[in-house]
């Protein structure tokens, strides 16, 4: 069974930033491509960034390019986002999320098998 656990959510200023991590155990990590979506109250969730097993291929959500940076250590069976330049509407919970079969880089919920429990993202303005 593969088992997701985020962190390093929290309450920051906007322009700041966060590095949020994502533990993986269970399987065979570096063949998942790794995804990053978010939830914001009242919203559904969104993609925010994806990366495949080798790291060569990385897809963001426009809103978020050239301000997070999604990265992997496969000798940690870690994923992170480096979330830099936050807005008031990055505030939401994240989650972390893998697609087993690793096949293509998705943005689309379905696609993913296994998610974390999320973790807290608040920017104030």
């Known amino acids: 069974q593969v088992q997701l656990v985020e962190s390093g959510g929290g309450l920051v200023q906007a322009g700041g930033s966060l590095r949020l991590s994502c533990a993986v155990s269970?399987?065979?990590?570096?063949?998942?491509?790794m995804g990053w979506f978010r939830q914001a109250p009242g919203k559904e969730r969104d993609f925010v960034a994806a990366?495949?097993?080798?790291?060569?291929?990385?897809v963001y959500q426009d809103s978020v390019k050239g301000r997070f940076t999604i990265s992997r250590d496969n000798d940690q069976n870690t994923v992170y986002l480096q979330m830099n330049s936050l807005k008031p509407e990055d505030t939401a919970v994240y989650y972390c999320?893998?697609?087993?079969?690793?096949?293509?880089?998705?943005?689309?919920?379905?696609?993913?098998?296994?998610w974390g429990q999320g973790t807290q993202v608040t920017v104030s303005s």
């Open positions: 999320t893998a697609d087993t079969l690793g096949i293509l880089i998705a943005t689309t919920l379905g696609v993913y098998d296994y």
């Open positions: 269970g399987g065979t990590f570096s063949s998942y491509v």
């Open positions: 990366i495949t097993g080798s790291g060569r291929k990385i």
